[in-house]
């Protein structure tokens, strides 16, 4: 079985402040990992993928996250933050193998101006 | 390229009444998802789909919820009949193959009172 734990449920940060959302997993197996983000009464985007390659991975709107497997982690972080920034962030892993999306409870990100 | 399709927006109904929902995934998808989405968790899968099989429905509660996707493209989630508890957000989702990303519509709010 897998599992995604998000410590913070909110995290309110200054607009142009740097800003870390974090993630960890747990699986038995090799995981793909995906964040997405929720704008009010929308569905989810995705921002960006881990599936190989380059532990660091670049998705939209400036946002990246690293993966770390010895620390099972997958945190998002964006260097400076935007009002246009708040929303729901959801963290979510995959086996490889298995195409069930396993979320974590989400984070919302609050910008303060 | 139009997204995941999803209707209605918004649905509020009586309980014990019978409400469906409906799903056009993306062209060329051959994996569709229903989840669910209490309100302050993350989204949790009830049925996944490949082409008209389904193929994990081990979430879905079989009492009162059904679903189908007769021709492999477009899906129809029912419930009936309704209770207060299923008041959430049924997501819709698909992806192109097994590790692929998943896409997802703007979902269906549910509200029963």
């Known amino acids: 079985a897998q599992s995604v734990t998000q410590l913070d449920s909110q995290v309110p940060v200054f607009e142009e402040a740097p800003v870390e959302l974090r993630c960890n997993y747990s699986?038995?197996?090799?995981?793909?990992l995906f964040w997405y983000v929720q704008y009010p009464n929308q569905g989810l985007q995705l921002l960006l993928k881990?599936?190989?390659?380059?532990?660091l991975v670049k998705g939209i709107n400036g946002f990246e996250a690293e993966f770390n497997k010895s620390q099972t982690s997958f945190h998002l972080r964006k260097p400076s933050v935007h009002i246009s920034d708040t929303a729901e962030y959801f963290c979510?892993?995959?086996?490889?193998?298995?195409?069930?999306?396993?979320f974590g409870t989400g984070t919302r990100l609050t910008i303060i101006p | 390229e139009a997204g995941v399709v999803q209707s209605p927006r918004y649905k509020i109904i009586e309980k014990k009444q019978p409400v469906a929902f409906w799903c056009n995934p993306i062209?060329?998808?051959?994996?569709l998802y229903w989840y669910l989405q209490n309100l302050g968790q993350g989204p949790e899968l009830l049925i996944r789909?490949?082409?008209?099989?389904?193929?994990?429905d081990s979430q879905l509660p079989k009492d009162r919820f059904s679903a189908e996707r007769l021709k492999g493209v477009d899906s129809t989630l029912k419930i009936q009949p309704a209770e207060l508890g299923d008041s959430a957000v049924y997501l819709c989702?698909?992806?192109?193959?097994?590790?692929?990303?998943?896409?997802f519509g703007q979902g269906t709010r549910l509200t029963v009172v």
């Open positions: 789909y490949e082409n008209e099989e389904a193929v994990d």
């Open positions: 062209s060329g998808h051959n994996t």
């Open positions: 989702a698909s992806s192109t193959r097994q590790g692929a990303v998943a896409f």
């Open positions: 979510a892993v995959s086996q490889q193998g298995n195409e069930k999306l396993t």
């Open positions: 699986s038995s197996v090799s995981v793909y």
């Open positions: 881990y599936l190989s390659g380059s532990t």
